[in-house]
């Protein structure tokens, strides 16, 4: 045989294996209902894609398969204004698994529990409400949530508890926390339990007097050297402890800031899973190769005219403002980008081995 008839020979043998690779991987979908999330990446996922970054493998090719039936328990760290309503409804309501949360009609909360079992599998606030407070931080669920498993079950023993939440662009998120306080949301209920106690007044000063802020203006806003806004995610995900709490006179600020955001990356590198607000299908997918289990309905990318935030023209003078009142959290949502990136390159690269591995054993 020629070249040329080698050469034909050679891409028919391709475009056969193609085929045979398209046609099993439909029987394997057709069989297990599966839908493949990756599809609908966005195209910076492509970009971020040929990047590098150096992380332990441990902690960028996480795996925790999840049995209902099990002991393991999922615990969501929900932060304000970071997209964790519509991630939490999605724990509760579009997990396709043997044994979903029941959640009756009007009403909140949902009940997820073992079967033929009084024990819950998830903690969160549409499967408990807040029995660790309002929008508890990693420090207060870190003192809270074992006990009370405790108490709830009658039993103290050791469980493993996989710790998951999503995060948002800095300044988008503090922008909608603002339009959030001029619409009348306070969460003053909020504990900030730390160290086994609330902080005083004078550790941490209210904003603003009455019921609550709804008159307040962007330079109000920004004004407040106590607001809670700034930096939220990084006080929220680190462990304040090492920082004496909300005691701002412990140690000097610098040095202050930097065991926060050191913190929160480490407690964040450590957590089970973690989403990204404005990556939804990347997050959806990531979360299905880390614990095992599929969604019935999509995840559903907003785009950013859609938000509050968006409906928001900052002056330059305003953005450097707010960028400046968040560089912790602007510092660690990049962190957090890149080990999100490169845990899902991670599991696309598995998931491209084993089509390999299909296309050549259909082939043998």
Request: a positive charge; aromatic letters at 12%.
């Amino acid at each position: 045989m020629n070249f040329r008839g080698k050469l034909k020979t050679c891409f028919i043998s391709i475009a056969a294996l193609s085929a045979v690779a398209a046609i099993l991987m439909m029987y394997m979908c057709s069989q297990k209902g599966c839908r493949d999330v990756s599809k609908t990446f966005t195209p910076h996922a492509v970009e971020m894609e040929s990047q590098r970054f150096d992380f332990d493998h441990t902690s960028v090719g996480k795996v925790y398969p999840f049995d209902v039936e099990g002991e393991d328990i999922i615990v969501f760290l929900h932060m304000q204004k970071t997209g964790g309503t519509k991630f939490g409804k999605h724990l509760v309501k579009n997990l396709n698994i043997k044994y979903p949360c029941q959640c009756p009609p009007k009403r909140k909360k949902c009940t997820c529990k073992r079967p033929n079992s009084d024990k819950i599998w998830l903690f969160s606030r549409y499967s408990m409400g807040w029995p660790c407070g309002l929008h508890a931080d990693w420090t207060e669920l870190q003192a809270c949530v074992p006990g009370y498993i405790n108490r709830l079950e009658g039993k103290k023993r050791t469980r493993k508890y996989l710790y998951t939440t999503i995060l948002r662009e800095p300044v988008s998120r503090c922008v909608s926390e603002f339009r959030c306080y001029q619409r009348g949301a306070t969460w003053k209920n909020s504990l900030h339990m730390c160290n086994g106690r609330v902080p005083t007044k004078e550790e941490l000063p209210p904003c603003f007097k009455g019921e609550n802020w709804t008159d307040v203006t962007l330079p109000e806003f920004i004004g407040c050297s106590s607001n809670l806004a700034f930096n939220r995610q990084t006080r929220m995900l680190a462990d304040l402890k090492l920082v004496g709490c909300y005691d701002l006179n412990a140690m000097p600020r610098e040095r202050r800031e930097a065991i926060l955001l050191e913190s929160a990356k480490r407690n964040l590198e450590s957590m089970a899973y973690f989403a990204l607000v404005e990556y939804q299908s990347e997050s959806q997918y990531l979360f299905e190769k880390t614990f095992g289990m599929k969604f019935r309905q999509p995840f559903v990318q907003m785009s950013v005219e859609e938000t509050r935030a968006g409906a928001i023209t900052l002056a330059p003078e305003n953005l450097t403002r707010i960028q400046n009142l968040n560089k912790l959290d602007i510092k660690l949502y990049s962190f957090a980008k890149k080990l999100f990136f490169e845990r899902l390159k991670h599991f696309k690269r598995i998931d491209q081995e084993r089509t390999q591995t299909v296309i050549k054993d259909s082939y043998d």
